[in-house]
């Protein structure tokens, strides 16, 4: 059954990570751990890949971790015109944006891009350095090699990020091939990135503990008080940091 061939491609990729990219994780937490000892902030940039909805604002979620996210908009009711790519495309947009946002010089940025080549991901990274952030990516090693970069720079993000994550999945991101499908079928690169991010979040809290900082932890705000619970979270994270 097809269900049972997603599920034994699913645990390689986890096996896999498992196997190689424990050192990383543990060297990552220890980066983050660091900052926000030191006053910095830990942002998180994703592509669409799960890693932000997966762990910002989330129940038992690490409150440090902050999305970071911009948009561009244009109002024209003129006739339609196709411009399609020109904003993912437009290089220094990312950069512009990271400069407009709160993240400052001892700050992490984690991004994830399991591709690692688009002209924000590289833009977002490149700018990153310019400030004094450090860069921990979550990305397909495989993937981005057998790719080009569609910066001008010809670089990749693995090739830029101060420490590399490997979320294990294969180029073209989809494990399986299935006949009478034209196209490969079931991407891993998503639940492979949420796990390493919950990975990763453990040792924070495990590194914290250790240090002598209780990390601000999220609670459902479905539960009975949850909302007061929730703000009340918010406001700690607000004075402490974390």
């Known amino acids: 059954m097809l ?10 990729v986890m096996d896999r990570v498992r196997e190689t990219q424990r050192e990383n994780i543990e060297k990552a937490a220890d980066m983050i751990v660091k900052a926000v000892k030191d006053g910095g902030g830990i942002h998180v940039y994703d ?4 890693i932000d909805s997966e762990l910002v604002d989330r129940a038992g979620g690490l409150a440090l971790l ?10 024209s009711t003129a006739r339609t015109i196709d411009r399609r790519g020109i904003v993912d495309n437009k290089e220094g947009l990312a950069g512009y944006a990271l400069r407009a946002s709160k993240a400052a010089p001892g700050d992490v940025l984690i991004i994830g891009s399991v591709s690692g080549k688009t002209v924000p991901v590289v ?14 990516a979550v990305t397909s ?5 057998s790719v080009s970069s569609d910066h ?9 990020a101060d420490l590399v994550i490997d979320n294990c999945s294969c180029p073209g991101d989809a494990m399986l091939s299935v006949e009478g499908l034209e196209s490969r079928f ?9 796990y390493i991010m919950w990975c990763l979040s453990a040792c924070i809290v495990e590194k914290m503990l ?3 900082r209780m990390p601000t932890v999220f609670q459902s705000v479905n539960q009975p008080n949850g909302w007061d619970r929730y703000y009340e979270m918010t406001e700690r994270y607000d004075k402490l940091g974390f």
């Open 3 to 12: 269900m049972e061939k997603y599920d034994c491609a699913v645990r390689e």
């Open 47 to 50: 592509t669409g890949h799960i």
């Open 66 to 75: 902050r999305r970071l996210r911009y948009t561009f908009e244009v109002s």
């Open 123 to 136: 833009d977002m990274a490149i700018e990153a350095h310019k400030l004094g952030i450090t860069i921990i």
């Open 141 to 145: 090693v495989s993937y981005s090699s």
């Open 152 to 160: 001008s720079c010809k670089k990749r993000l693995f090739e830029i």
């Open 186 to 194: 079931a991407p891993s690169s998503g639940i492979s990135a949420a």
């Open 210 to 212: 250790q240090d002598g």
